[in-house]
């Protein structure tokens, strides 16, 4: 299995407010089938990262586009190879928390995903509020089923842009 370690410090707020933005799946009962089948599909333990990382590059796709998205996972995949793997986190936090996390909220409004919104908002105040407490822990820890987890995630917004037609 994979795991890695990453110091938390003064980023936890940065962490629950892109945690949070995982709960916009809750809108529907739609994301159950997709979170339960990347939940106890019996993938081989050494491909969860890689798929992991594919599947992210083509999410932030959707951001701004494949170039940016592949220059963002080279860049931080680069970081990795070079032992500075915070560094590699708090870049891809950074993204995530500046960028990908108001472009996932635009697209929820374009779509009206009102329900999805008011979760969001919910779980973000309720996140930053107490994320000194929530995280009191000095690492995060990005293990298989974490990544699981926001694969699931990436998978559900991906068939609700299918079987909607959103751009």
Request: proline share 5%; with cysteine.
């Amino acid at each position: 299995m994979t795991v890695f370690y990453f110091p938390t410090g003064p980023i936890r707020p940065a962490l629950a407010v892109v945690a949070a933005h995982g709960i916009t799946d809750a809108d529907s009962f739609g994301c159950i089938p997709t979170y339960a089948a990347f939940a106890f599909t019996p993938f081989p333990q050494f491909l969860i990262t890689p798929l992991f990382f594919v599947m992210s590059t083509v999410h932030f796709s959707d951001d701004f586009g494949v170039a940016p998205s592949v220059a963002l996972h080279a860049t931080v995949g680069l970081l990795a190879a070079c032992h500075l793997q915070a560094h590699a986190f708090y870049t891809m936090l950074g993204y995530l928390t500046l960028l990908h996390v108001p472009k996932h909220y635009t697209r929820c409004v374009q779509h009206k995903r009102h329900r999805a919104l008011v979760l969001a908002g919910v779980n973000t105040v309720f996140g930053v509020t107490h994320a000194n407490r929530l995280f009191h822990c000095r690492v995060f820890v990005l293990t298989n089923s974490v990544q699981r987890v926001i694969m699931a995630h990436i998978a559900h917004e991906f068939g609700l842009r299918h079987d909607l037609g959103w751009n």
